[in-house]
């Protein structure tokens, strides 16, 4: 009995501990309690049903919404749960789903609604984010790749239901382009490259509404520029391309291959081509001036034109930056006498802006001016123009047919709305047979010309060695004519000389006495009229200078007058303040120090005993105070000791 107690004891700790230890198996088994982790879901699969629900799934379906058998829709977020006994629930735990910063989750559904034909994207449905299976697929949702996607953050998934893929962000780098080729949508419309414009739908990150809004599958006239979205690659493929630069002192033609037939606004003068407004297929007629734009190059080209001054080198060992003259080289031309020779050649064009469009229309590109109208026009110019004169002419004739070269080509320019701004001929090389040729003959021509030079030379020493012969006879012949000239010329003046004299003697008698009595008259009538200024002026004086002195006299006379009072009242005032005795002693004490009177002298020196040193004593202080007194005045001071002798102090 004791050992059967002893048992019953020790089986009931061992369950009491068994319970504590096991307690969850136990609430599991007995009262079918899960807890699912604040950081997992559990998906729950049913593994029979036993009564009053379908016991199986629909054909098609592997996710029960409705209490069937197999995968439920339906997860268990965080918590405690009840009557989920094990032998009729599996419960599986699976963490969140985490989507990081940078990615996206791309959505597979396994199940769902078949897709329409022609679609190869599950339209979106409400499922919060593919977080409430039930309600996405009673909703229709589609089984497939989903178009829509999840953002950075944590999701409770069903993964029975949905696949998730991470997948990168999209990023279109600066000055960069990304040009969209979509993977679903409507047929493109007949006769187009790429599908219709739909604005809205955020760079193509909402792709159902781009689909709702009749969005085409292919190429899409629209692009998106430099940054990061939220685009799903299995509905938006992606190219990044450069962004289209026109250079400054450039234009950019814009030529549209997708859009409407736009009208020619050219008018019917101009039969080269279509040019019409923005936003129409063909040529647009606004050109775009220089700057960065982000142009799809899948649907349009920019045809760059400069618009300043081109050169075009027709020289085999010249090219310009721009590369247009590459394929021009050295214009061979045949004269008319049958030499070939060489010519360099640069032409100078510019392009308006508004003409560009109009140039790009007629040739496509620069580079087809260049070949189609630019190098046949100005070659053949030259090669006809070298047959109607030989090499000679044409070297000598350069500026003439220069100047001719450049009308013609304006002319002809102007026709393909270029202007022509000057045509220049740069060198010109004769074949070398011609040049010696042309050398030896020159050679010949210039020694002929010195030959004869120098015998005109000759002919003008022996003319000139006569003429000297003659001219020194001719000398002394001319000497005598011209003596005899001199003396009758010299008697002629003399003549003339005194009858000049006596006649101006005569005028100047005549003018001297006559200014001799205009002065006397004018000396009497100044005397007169100084005389009567300087009475008046005395008189003046006078009366001024006396009646200064009156008023100064009077005025003197109250000064003295107001002292005398002032001061008389001052001493009686000051004799009521001190008495008569002190402002006495006072007065005289002022007055010796107005007068620097010495009353004490400043320095007094005196000798004592009778042997040398009182005399020394002496002779120093009166040096003292010498210097003393030098200080003071400023002037060399002699003071002479009074008690000597006066033949001492000499």
Same mark, same amino acid.
């Given at each position: ?10 089986s ?44 199986g ?18 997860t ?17 735990m ?11 989750g ?29 309600? !996405? $697929?009673?909703? #229709? &949702?589609?089984? *497939?790749?989903?178009t829509? +996607?999840?953002?950075?953050?944590? =999701?409770? %998934? /069903? @993964? ?20 969209i ?12 490259i ?9 760079n193509?990150?909402?792709v159902?509404f !781009? $689909?709702?809004? #009749? &969005?085409?599958r *292919?190429?899409?006239?629209? +692009?998106?520029?430099?940054?990061? =979205?939220? %685009? /799903? @690659? ?30 020619d ?10 040019i ?12 775009? &001036? ?5 142009i ?7 045809e ?12 085999n ?19 008319k ?8 050649v ?7 802006s508004?003409?560009?469009p ?6 496509g590109?620069?580079t ?7 190098e ?96 020194d ?14 003396a ?55 009366d001024?200078?006396?009646e ?72 120093m ?14 002037k ?15």
């Amino acid at each position: 009995m004791e050992f059967l107690s002893f048992m019953s004891t020790w089986s009931w700790l061992i369950g009491l501990l068994l319970a504590v230890v096991l307690y969850k198996l136990v609430l599991r088994f007995l009262f079918g309690m899960v807890i699912v982790p604040e950081d997992r879901i559990g998906l729950v699969t049913k593994k029979y049903v036993l009564v009053g629900a379908d016991r199986g799934l629909p054909d098609g379906r592997i996710i029960a919404t409705k209490g069937e058998a197999g995968y439920q829709a339906q997860t268990l977020a965080p918590g405690l749960y009840w009557w989920l006994w094990p032998w009729q629930y599996g419960i599986t735990m699976q963490p969140f789903t985490v989507i990081p910063e940078g990615k996206i989750g791309l959505v597979l559904s396994n199940d769902g609604a078949e897709l329409p034909t022609g679609n190869i994207l599950a339209r979106r449905v409400e499922s919060d984010n593919f977080q409430d299976t039930e309600r !996405f $697929l009673n909703s #229709g &949702g589609q089984k *497939g790749r989903q178009t829509s +996607v999840l953002t950075p953050g944590t =999701y409770r %998934i /069903n @993964p029975y239901a949905f696949t998730v893929t991470i997948a990168d962000m999209t990023v279109i780098r600066e000055n960069m382009v990304g040009i969209i080729t979509t993977l679903d949508g409507a047929p493109l419309q007949p006769g187009q490259i790429a599908g219709k414009n739909v604005e809205g739908h955020n760079n193509f990150q909402n792709v159902d509404f !781009f $689909l709702q809004n #009749g &969005g085409n599958r *292919g190429l899409q006239p629209q +692009v998106v520029l430099a940054g990061s =979205y939220y %685009i /799903n @690659p299995w509905a938006v493929q992606i190219e990044e391309i450069p962004m289209t630069e026109v250079p400054i002192g450039h234009v950019g033609v814009v030529i549209s291959y997708i859009g409407e037939d736009g009208e020619d606004v050219t008018g019917a003068t101009f039969k080269h081509g279509n040019i019409v407004k923005k936003g129409f297929r063909g040529v647009w007629m606004e050109p775009t &001036g220089p700057g960065k734009y982000p142009i799809n190059t899948f649907t349009m080209k920019v045809e760059v034109v400069p618009t300043t001054n081109l050169v075009l080198n027709w020289a085999n060992a010249r090219t310009e930056s721009h590369a247009l003259d590459r394929n021009l080289s050295t214009i061979t031309v045949r004269s008319k006498d049958g030499f070939p020779f060489n010519l360099d050649v640069a032409q100078i064009i510019h392009i308006p802006s508004v003409e560009a469009p109009k140039v790009i229309a007629r040739f496509g590109s620069m580079t087809n001016l260049v070949s189609q109208v630019l190098e046949p026009t100005i070659g053949n110019y030259f090669r006809n123009s070298a047959q109607d004169s030989d090499v000679i002419a044409f070297l000598s004739t350069r500026k003439e047919r220069q100047e001719a070269a450049r009308e013609h080509i304006r002319a002809v320019l102007e026709v393909y709305n270029v202007n022509a701004v000057d045509t220049l001929i740069g060198d010109i090389v004769p074949p070398d047979s011609l040049m010696k040729t042309l050398t030896d003959r020159k050679i010949a021509q210039e020694e002929e010309k010195t030959y004869e030079t120098q015998r005109m030379a000759q002919e003008k020493r022996q003319g000139m060695e006569r003429e000297t012969a003659l001219a020194d006879i001719q000398r002394e012949v001319v000497k005598a004519q011209q003596s005899v000239e001199i003396a009758q010329r010299t008697a002629d003046a003399a003549v003339k000389k005194s009858e000049g004299e006596a006649r101006s003697l005569k005028l100047q008698v005549g003018a001297e006495s006559e200014a001799t009595k205009v002065r006397a008259e004018a000396n009497a009538e100044a005397r007169r009229r100084q005389a009567a200024a300087d009475a008046e002026a005395t008189k003046l004086t006078a009366d001024a200078e006396a009646e200064r002195i009156a008023k100064t006299g009077t005025a003197e006379a109250e000064k003295i007058l107001a002292i005398g009072r002032s001061t008389a009242e001052a001493y009686e005032l000051q004799v009521k303040a001190m008495g008569d005795e002190n402002f006495t002693r006072f007065k005289i004490t002022e007055e010796i120090g107005k007068g620097h009177i010495r009353v004490i002298p400043d320095i007094v020196i005196n000798g004592t005993g009778n042997g040398t040193e009182g005399s020394l004593n002496g002779l120093m202080g009166l040096k003292l105070l010498e210097q003393i007194e030098e200080r003071k005045t400023g002037k060399p001071t002699k003071i002479v000791d009074i008690t000597k002798p006066t033949a001492e102090k000499e």
